[in-house]
């Protein structure tokens, strides 16, 4: 099946959609709504039962997603994933058309989001590399932070499909500037959790009173977004999921290993990542990145 226009009365692009965990299933609802005709592909089934019931389309295979769409949409955990539902056998490059459109909204290693654009090129197929900040919530609220790579006239094509799942929308640079953009800010995002998650625990243990230490420092040159709504579920102790430790840990790998490559030092990061490898040894990989704290707390015999 192909998409035209006799079968596709709205007008729009026809979006494929595949990855419909924590993430891209708030994503997909929404440009489904906005009006996109959506054809969805997922690992398990129950997120495309869902989306199903609202009218999309469901495919077997990513390219079969391919070949009924005019942008197909990734969002998967990480880069060998990626790599393998677009490359891989039945993959999506098997099914997307000359003159279409990949967007990939993971977050993956700058290398393969520009190895990617280097095989649909030779396709005739525009890539884009698109990851999101603002975590479930701003997926959910359609508020993403969204940092793109890949060429501008295509960055413009993909904006009103940006716009209905985002809210700040940035063109970067070319290929694989949108996936040095976001491991960027998951460095600044670990370390402003970790100087939280410390200050509130230093607070506690002395018998202080953490929740004013948090109003006290809102109203200072420490006020950030992370110590307004982190520093709150530190206070709470409700480090349930809206980003996990283990995906950060992921994040904080890949820039770790673009450090490497650009020979940029990179040792705030590196404590970073091995907090949250401890976390994860000690069965705590599921929890909020927020979740550092719980860590702190345990090493400061705090219960």
Known sequence: MTADSASNPSGKPRIGFIGLGIMGLPMAGHLLKAGYPLTVHNRSPEPERTLAAQGASVARSPREVAEQSDIVITMLPDSPQVEEVVLGENGAIEGLRSGSLYID???????????????????EVA???????GGQVGAEQATLSIMVGGDEAAFERARPVFETVGKTLVHIGGPGAGQVTKICNQIVVALSIQAVAEALTLARKSGVDGAKVRQALLGGLAQSRILDLHGQRILDGNFKPGFRINL??????????????????????????????SMIAQGMGDFDHSGLAALYARLAGLD
């Open 248 to 277: 950060h840990r992921k994040d904080l790998r890949l820039a770790l290993e673009a450090g490497r490559e650009q020979a940029v030092p990179l040792p705030a990061t590196a404590g970073a990542a091995e907090l949250m490898t």
């Open 105 to 123: 909204m993971s977050s993956i290693a700058p290398a393969s989001a520009r190895k990617i654009a280097e095989a649909l090129e030779k396709k």
């Open 127 to 133: 890539a884009l590399d698109a990851p999101v900040s």
